[in-house]
T-cell receptor, first 115, second 113 residues
């Protein structure tokens, strides 16, 4: 069984400040891990994914995430927030054997960026 | 290239009715998955189809069914609608190869009154 916990349903930062969105996962098998972003009234867009090739994963729009097996974490960061980053972010996990279609998502973190 | 397209974008139904949601995957994608996203929650996996065969099913009642057509488009059917079925229904496609990322459509917003 797999699960994802996103700490903090709402995060607020100032423009230009560091963005840190937390994700912890539980998986009985080696996982694939993903971060998706959802803008209002839209579907989900893939930011980045971890597939065991490298523990530090760089994604689109300046985001990156680090896989830490010892901490079962996959936190998302961005050095400098931009107003356009305001959205909801979802962390997701899937088993490496099962394919990436059956994702288990966290409940999401809504990011607000203040001017 | 067109992304994943879903229709309709919005739908209002009454309890007890049934509904059909449609999805066209990205050209060349053979796998389609359906997710339900209730307000304030993350998406939940409902079904996955690959080459017209069901590959996976989430923890949803038998009122939910789906199928995939020879052109890889897909329908999600929900019978005997309940108020709790109100949600954003997302369709996603990928090539079906392990590890290939999902591409999501903008969803169908279903409201059951």
């Amino acid at each position: 069984a797999q699960s994802v916990t996103q700490l903090g349903s709402h995060v607020s930062v100032s423009e230009g400040a560091l963005v840190l969105l937390r994700c912890n996962y539980s998986s009985s098998v080696p996982p694939y891990l993903f971060w998706y972003v959802q803008y209002p009234n839209q579907g989900l867009q893939l930011l980045l994914k971890y597939t065991s090739a490298a523990t530090l994963v760089k994604g689109i729009n300046g985001f990156e995430a680090e896989f830490k097996k010892s901490e079962t974490s996959f936190h998302l960061t961005k050095p400098s927030a931009h107003m356009s980053d305001a959205a909801e972010y979802f962390c997701a996990v899937s088993p490496q054997q099962g394919g990436s279609e059956k994702l288990v998502f966290g409940k999401g973190t809504k990011l607000t960026v203040n001017p | 290239d067109a992304g994943v397209t879903q229709s309709p974008t919005h739908l209002i139904k009454t309890r007890g009715q049934h509904v059909t949601l449609r999805c066209s995957p990205i050209s060349g994608h053979k796998s389609v998955s359906w997710y339900q996203q209730v307000l304030g929650q993350g998406p939940q996996f409902i079904f996955q189809y690959y080459e017209k065969e069901e590959r996976g099913r989430g923890n949803f009642p038998d009122r939910f069914s789906a199928r995939q057509f020879p052109n890889y488009s897909s329908e999600l059917n929900v019978n005997a609608l309940l108020l709790g079925d109100s949600a954003l229904y997302l369709c996603a496609s990928n090539g079906g190869v392990n590890n290939s990322p999902l591409h999501f459509g903008n969803g169908t917003r279903l409201t059951v009154t």
